[in-house]
Every structure is written in structure tokens, then in C-alpha cells.
């Protein structure tokens, strides 16, 4: 337990300061809101760099944790897309460029989830600085960061594609 309460203390602030930033953007999903169209990419983007960014540093087979990536972000969007099926449509305001994005509790569910899962596997990386060389951690790695980003795809997808088809 003790070690568990050292390793949460020398975890680095950026890493809380990012959970607070994505706690209050998943607790802002939960209404609906209007925002601009640009806006609804936001949160895929920012998983896509960090990913890319993690799987680049924090692997030495970067290749195969890249192309793991790769097959993770096309099925991570394919299960996004599904997950958004029930989700209200955007619907359009008086005001031009800007949605009405309805409020869901699956968004804050999935940046709990993709950010649990990140911190899992970077966390082992630094108490077993070994497995960043292993083939299998990296395909792990690589896979799992892939299928968290393209989750969140998947929805943007699913939400932005019939707006932008009736417009």
C-alpha cells in the first residue's frame, strides 16, 4: 500500500492537471451545449497526439507500436461509431458555424476509461522500465492507445457525418 501511495505522489502535477481538464470536459458532455463545429474534434485530436506522442517516447519498437496504433484506431473507430448510435443528433442554432451538441454521460464514462488506461500502462512502464523493449508490451501498448483514440473517432464520426451530410 505504501507503495502504491509513493508512486501517486511522484506521479508528475501535469498528469492531475490533465485529469481535472478532462473530468470537467466529460462533466460539461453530460448537458447539452452549443458549441462551435470545430470544437466537436477537440477531444479526438488531443488523444491522437498524446497517443502518437506516448507510443513514439515511451516504446523503443516504436514500428510496431505504431502500426498496433494504427489497427487499434480502426477498430476503436468502428466500436465508437457503434457506442454513438443511440446518441442524440447535433442539431443546428440560429447562430452560423455553431451546433447544439446533445449531453450524454458516455463521453465522461469513455475519458475515465481512456484515461485509466493510460495511466495503467505508462505507470508500468516506469515501475518495469523493461517491458518498453518487449514486443508484446509494445503491441499492447500501441494497440490499446489506438483503440482509446478511435473510440472517441468513432462518436465524432458518428455525430458529425449526417450534420454535415443535411447541411
Known amino acids: 500500500m505504501m507503495d502504491t501511495v509513493h508512486f501517486l505522489r511522484e506521479t508528475p502535477v501535469w498528469v492531475w492537471i490533465l485529469l481535472a481538464f478532462l473530468l470537467r470536459r466529460g462533466f460539461t458532455a453530460l448537458y447539452d451545449r452549443e458549441m462551435a463545429i470545430g470544437r466537436l474534434f477537440f477531444l479526438p485530436l488531443l488523444f491522437l497526439v498524446w497517443g502518437t506522442y506516448a507510443v513514439i517516447t515511451e516504446t523503443e ?99 458529425f457525418i449526417p450534420w454535415y451530410s443535411k447541411r
Open 61 to 159: 519498437l516504436a514500428g510496431i507500436s505504431l502500426t498496433m496504433m494504427a489497427a487499434g484506431l480502426l477498430a476503436g473507430t468502428a466500436l465508437g461509431y457503434r457506442l454513438w448510435r443511440s446518441q442524440p443528433p447535433l442539431r443546428n442554432t440560429d447562430n452560423p458555424g455553431m451546433i447544439i451538441r446533445g449531453g450524454t454521460p458516455l463521453t465522461l464514462g469513455l475519458i475515465v476509461i481512456a484515461f485509466c488506461m493510460k495511466f495503467i500502462l505508462t505507470s508500468a512502464l516506469y515501475r518495469q522500465p523493461g517491458l518498453r523493449s518487449t514486443a508484446s508490451f509494445c503491441m499492447l501498448f500501441g494497440g490499446v492507445t489506438g483503440l482509446v483514440d478511435g473510440v472517441f473517432w468513432g462518436g465524432t464520426l458518428r455525430l
